[in-house]
């Protein structure tokens, strides 16, 4: 079975753009998560979406934001791009939302604001 | 709020044990995880714990929970070089069900 395929890997982009981000989910899995790595703030959770409706949200601007479609697809999209969003972007999916439903993380997407 | 701290680096030489260690503060956590990530590389559940249980074991990786103290540790034996990485705990937060992470523990194996 295929694992969390985050599109693209890499993204250098310049402030004030705007960025789309991919997430497909491992078959069969219909919650998706987003999370922000950063060397100084660590991982931090961006928000989840469960059947195309977003359940949780963590403390970012509304500059971020997401999306799932039906198929269990997600997007995250930052607009007006701040230096301080240079990070890793890892997309994680589980089963189903909550409970013992492990979070299975992709290998991230990296964007580099210059 | 909910906080997890872990130390910041673990270094042992090939073939010893390696215990990495967490604490958290939400006593209602549900379950308990712990993540490997490699350079490069997104995040590796390695394994879970229940919160009702105090020890789980999976070939050479052990989980021991200590819930009354809110310590997780997290034991490897016989460690590999492949096993450098950095090791991050996580707390499911029981009212909204998202992930909690500790810092990360860089762990170097040398031979």
């Known amino acids: 079975k295929a694992g969390v395929t985050q599109t693209p890997r890499y993204l250098i982009k310049t402030r004030g753009q705007q960025v789309t981000l991919s997430c497909s989910p491992i078959?069969?899995?219909?919650?998706v998560s987003w999370y922000q790595q950063t060397p100084g703030q660590g991982l931090q959770f961006l928000f989840e979406?469960?059947?195309?409706?977003?359940?949780n949200k963590g403390n970012f601007p509304g500059r971020f934001s997401g999306r799932q479609f039906s198929n269990s697809r997600s997007e995250m999209n930052v607009s007006t791009l701040e230096l301080g969003d240079s990070a890793l972007y890892l997309c994680a999916s589980s089963v189903e939302q909550g409970n013992n439903s492990p979070l299975h993380f992709g290998n991230g997407t990296r964007l580099t604001v210059t | 709020g909910e906080d997890v701290e872990q130390s910041l680096f673990l270094s042992v030489r090939e073939g010893d044990s390696s215990v990495i260690n967490c604490t958290y503060t939400d006593s209602s956590s549900t379950y308990l995880y712990w993540y490997k990530q490699e350079p490069g590389a997104g995040l590796q559940l390695l394994t879970y714990i229940f919160s009702n249980m105090d020890m789980k074991q999976d070939q050479r990786l052990t989980v021991l929970l200590n819930k009354k103290d809110k310590h997780l540790s997290l034991r490897i034996a016989d460690t590999q070089t492949g096993d450098s990485a950095i090791y991050f705990c996580a707390e499911r937060d029981y009212n909204t069900d998202k992930l909690i992470f500790g810092t990360g523990t860089r762990l170097q194996v040398f031979p």
């Open positions: 979406y469960f059947s195309e409706t977003q359940r």
């Open positions: 078959s069969g899995h219909r919650s």
